[in-house]
């Protein structure tokens, strides 16, 4: 019984990281227009883009570790 709720949360999990992801690549490319409008540099996006994605990278892995040293 517990699997089959751990499988339907992470299906879960599952379909709404892949909601998103496409409403956020759908949105990407209508924000770059925005910011290069208002005289974003082309570097200076790709390096918020690396900035935010690598924190966000940072924070799963602090949690997994967290995770595997509780268990």
């Given amino acids: 019984m517990i699997g089959e709720r751990r499988k339907a949360t992470y299906r879960l999990i599952g379909y709404l990281m892949i909601v998103a992801a496409t409403v956020l690549f759908g949105f990407n490319g209508t924000l770059s227009r925005l910011l290069f409008d208002d005289g974003v540099s082309l570097i200076t ?6 900035l935010i994605v690598g924190v966000a990278i940072l924070q799963y ?4 570790i967290q995770n ?4």
């Fill in 45 to 50: 996006l790709v390096e918020m883009r690396m």
């Fill in 61 to 64: 892995e602090k949690q997994d």
């Fill in 68 to 71: 595997a040293s509780a268990n």
